[in-house]
């Protein structure tokens, strides 16, 4: 179990450093100017790779094998530990925020991005609160009683 739930964080990590790059990457797109066509289409490059290599595949590993530990842990124990049941919701929030990104990349590929550098900065914040509260949830397990 110990293997699974290594690699589960580890995926985790690669993951969230997806998270919080990609929408640092859209502040710098948001930035060039229409005249820079060269430098656009390197950050629609690296954006792509971004998701495609590194943040979906990140993904993918950590629910796959945070999965494979809820098997292992059995349904009882699932059924008994609220702070699972809040941290699973998180979960489903960063894969609503992954999907989000997405969406935002096509819009930069398309170049119909409508959003301006400051709404990335303040998008960028939304993985660091979930960050903090699935570890916080993960470490303590609060009993919510």
């Known amino acids: 179990m110990l293997w699974v739930k290594a690699l589960h964080i580890i ?35 690296m954006e792509k790779k971004l998701f495609w290599i590194i943040m979906t595949p990140g993904a ?47 819009s930069f590929q398309a170049g119909k991005n409508t959003h301006s550098a400051r709404f990335y900065r303040i998008l960028n914040e939304f993985p660091s609160i979930i960050l903090f509260a699935a570890v916080l949830l993960a470490v303590l397990k609060p009993s919510f009683s």
């Not at 930035?31 to 629609?44: A, G, L, W």
């Not at 699972?84 to 992954?98: D, F, G, Q, R």
């Open 11 to 45: 995926f985790m990590v690669t993951w969230f450093a997806g998270l919080f790059y990609l929408p640092r990457l859209f502040v710098y797109h948001c930035e060039i100017t229409k005249d820079e066509t060269v430098h656009y289409q390197r950050f629609c490059k």
């Open 60 to 106: 993918l590993l950590t629910i796959g094998f945070g999965v494979w530990l809820l098997t292992l842990l059995g349904h009882e124990y699932f059924a008994t530990q609220p702070w699972l049941h809040l941290k699973m919701t998180l979960v489903l929030a960063l894969i609503i925020y992954h999907f989000y990104l997405l969406k935002q990349l096509l």
